[in-house]
């Protein structure tokens, strides 16, 4: 078993191969277990980061043009923050960054095994910041966004 470790947008996260079989392996990334498959072994693959969102989206951005990406920050965060219950991938931020939202109320949707889930605030307040956009993949126990 190889073990290695990653650091994705300064969070830290303990990858280990248990298994290689042709192009598909077994992995547990912080000890969650994965099936994974080699798309193209044949390719070399350069990752590229993402630009950062502008501060003040234009009138006909998407909401989720306020976010900071940094899809797999540390997992702090007070009361207000509203943390990834799964991994999976965002596909939609229903709320932007000042408005007034209630415990309870869908603030973001979070596809994961084929399934959608509705995230929900925690706790009363205004949107103080999104810290995610729709389309990344995120861990469990990455902050989405925080209300203040």
């Known amino acids: 078993m190889k073990q290695f470790i990653y650091r994705i947008n ?5 990858v280990a191969v248990n298994k290689m ?12 277990n994965y099936k994974v498959e080699l798309v193209n ?3 070399e693959v350069s990752l590229v980061t ?4 502008k501060a003040a989206p234009a009138p006909a951005a998407p ?3 306020t976010a900071t990406p940094s899809a797999n920050r540390p997992t702090g965060g007070g009361a207000g923050a509203v943390k990834s219950p799964l991994p999976g991938i965002v596909i939609g931020i ?13 603030v973001a949707m979070l596809e994961a095994m084929k399934m959608e889930n509705a995230i929900q605030a925690p706790v009363d307040g205004k949107v103080t ?17 925080t209300i203040g």
């Open 10 to 14: 300064g969070q830290e996260y303990i």
């Open 50 to 53: 993402r630009p950062a969102a």
């Open 41 to 43: 072994s044949d390719e």
């Open 21 to 32: 079989e042709g192009d598909l392996a077994e992995v547990a990334v912080n000890g969650a």
């Open 94 to 106: 229903q709320v932007n960054v000042g408005d007034e939202v209630k415990k309870g109320q869908t």
């Open 63 to 65: 909401k989720s043009a």
């Open 129 to 145: 910041e999104i810290c995610v956009n729709t389309g990344d993949s995120v861990l469990e126990g990455v902050v989405l966004l």
